[in-house]
Each structure stands twice: as C-alpha cells, then as structure tokens.
C-alpha cells in the first residue's frame, strides 16, 4: 500500500507536473494507494467553491482512508518529533508527525512532496516511495 499525502494530491489536482503527481496518475489505477483521514482533511480544506469540494471529496473517498489519530499513535508521533528533536530536526506540522509514523507503524510507503518527510526516511525507517523508480515493489 502507497499512502499519498496531501502535497501529492494537490499537486495533481492543480495540474502541476512534479515527479509524485505524474508516479500518482500513471501509476493511480494500477497500485494500492490510499491515504489517511488527516490527508483528506488537508486536501479538502483547500478546495474552492462547494462543487469542487463535493468532486474531489467523492474521488478520495473512493480509495481506502485509514483513521489515523489514536492515543497510542499520537504517543508515538510525539516521541518520534522528540528523537528528532535530539537530532536538531524540528518538523514544522503535527499532522506531518501523525502521518509519517502511522506509515511506520503499518509498514506503508510514504508518496510525497514535502521535505519534513525526509528525516523520519533517515532516522526512523520511514518507507519513501521514489517516483523515479516506477512501480512499487
């Protein structure tokens, strides 16, 4: 399963060509994808007009959208922001900390466009998908 975050997404709802949005529509009708409901919020929260929300709510729902704000994985995603505190990484948004560390909790990769991703691939064993490398193993 490819958990798509946020950044993804609206990338390719906007038509902006980077390397995450073309892997999601190339690649959308042939991999397990899904996304959390904290993503769904974020990408919802940026629709315009009530038409577009309606639309683009009724495709994301179409995919599988894990519940992701448990006590125990909001315990863990706070201590998974302090070990990277220690290593004098801060990461700028909890919802980022929640979404990483269910993907590392559940084994998932990780499909995004948002550099506070990045340290929990290097210290905490966070699969990242590589657009560039085609389908996922």
């Known amino acids: 399963m490819v958990i798509v975050d946020s950044s ?20 959308a009708d042939k991999e397990k994808i ?3 409901s904290l993503i769904l919020c974020e990408v919802l929260q940026g629709m315009r007009g009530e038409r577009r929300f309606r639309e ?3 495709e994301l729902q179409l995919l599988p959208v894990f519940e992701n704000y448990s006590a125990g994985l909001a315990i863990e995603a706070a201590a998974n922001y302090r070990f990277l505190r220690s290593k004098g990484i801060t990461i700028r948004k909890s919802i980022d900390c ?12 990780l499909l995004h466009h948002d550099s506070d991703f990045d340290p929990f691939a290097a210290y905490l064993n966070l699969k990242i998908l590589d657009p560039f490398a085609g389908a996922i193993n």
């Open 98 to 109: 929640l979404i990483a560390t269910f993907c590392i909790q559940y084994g998932y990769q």
């Open 8 to 27: 993804v997404w609206i990338d390719a709802i906007n038509g902006v060509p980077s390397a995450e949005a073309i892997w999601l529509h190339h690649w």
């Open 56 to 58: 683009v709510r009724d």
């Open 34 to 36: 899904g996304l959390t």
